[in-house]
């Protein structure tokens, strides 16, 4: 059976035989929800490439304390993967983060898109991107991933057709494409940049920014993928063919 997993704000410098106390929401819902007991073993994580096993010391209210017996560290994988996130309707934002996270996104950008239903604004915008990033840490200790993904800050249209200017390999998903998305080739320690719109599709002014930018619009086949499950797909395509899925 798997182990729990635990965030730490740092394991740097931690050796084997060292004990780590964890608190706050981490450790209330540790020990008050998941009934957390003194010699139960479990992994704890930095979300920055280094975790460790361990052997829990101590418990208290908010408050636990693990013995290390097994610290490791492990680099980035390549390619680095950021998906642009239109801002789809209702809870399908946190689906697409989800699902994003237990693929191996590096980074999640949230986009707002002409076309997005979803609108975030004033306390919305900092109550939203919360909730994204806590969905990415649960599904990134879920699946079991040495490096958390960033949620960056909310993107407009000129944010985004900036980051894609940077990029090495850069795409945004578009029905009316010619080019399929198995053309592109990810070789090597590149930065890839993966578009997706929204329910009501990318506008032709957002395309035309893009493309003047270098992106190729491509598709992934004959059929049309809701905004939340999109990005899945296409990383996954994409991921196929390099060394992170060898």
């Not at 073993?41 to 408050?63: E, F, I, N, Q, Y």
């Not at 249209?157 to 029905?175: K, Q, S």
């Amino acid at each position: 059976m798997s182990l729990p997993v635990h965030l730490v704000a740092t394991l740097a410098g931690v050796a084997a035989g060292d004990v780590v106390e964890i608190s706050g929401d981490e450790a209330h819902h540790a020990v008050a929800v998941r009934r957390l007991r003194v010699g139960e073993h479990v992994v704890l994580t930095d979300g920055a490439g280094t975790s460790a096993r361990g052997v829990v010391a101590t418990t208290g209210k908010r408050v636990f304390t693990v013995e290390v017996a097994e610290p490791r560290h492990e680099e980035r994988q390549a390619p680095s993967v950021t998906v642009v996130q239109a801002l789809p309707k209702g809870d399908r934002g946190e689906l697409a983060v989800e699902v994003l996270t237990e693929i191996g996104v590096d980074v999640i950008v949230p986009w707002a898109a002409s076309r997005s239903v979803a609108v975030w604004r004033g306390d919305r915008v900092a109550k939203s991107h919360a909730k994204w990033a806590a969905t990415a840490r649960e599904a990134a200790k879920q699946s079991r991933r040495a490096w958390f993904p960033t949620v960056a800050p909310l993107a407009t249209t000129e944010d985004v057709v900036a980051l894609l200017g940077e990029a090495e390999v850069a795409v945004v998903l578009h029905e009316g494409a010619t080019e399929p998305l198995s053309a592109i080739s990810v070789q090597g320690s590149v930065t890839m940049v993966v578009v997706v719109g929204p329910e009501g599709g990318i506008s032709d002014e957002e395309l035309a920014s893009f493309e003047a930018a270098g992106v190729r619009p491509v598709r992934l086949g004959r059929e049309v993928l809701r905004t939340s499950t999109a990005g899945l797909a296409a990383v996954a395509a994409l991921l196929a063919g390099t060394d992170r899925w060898s």
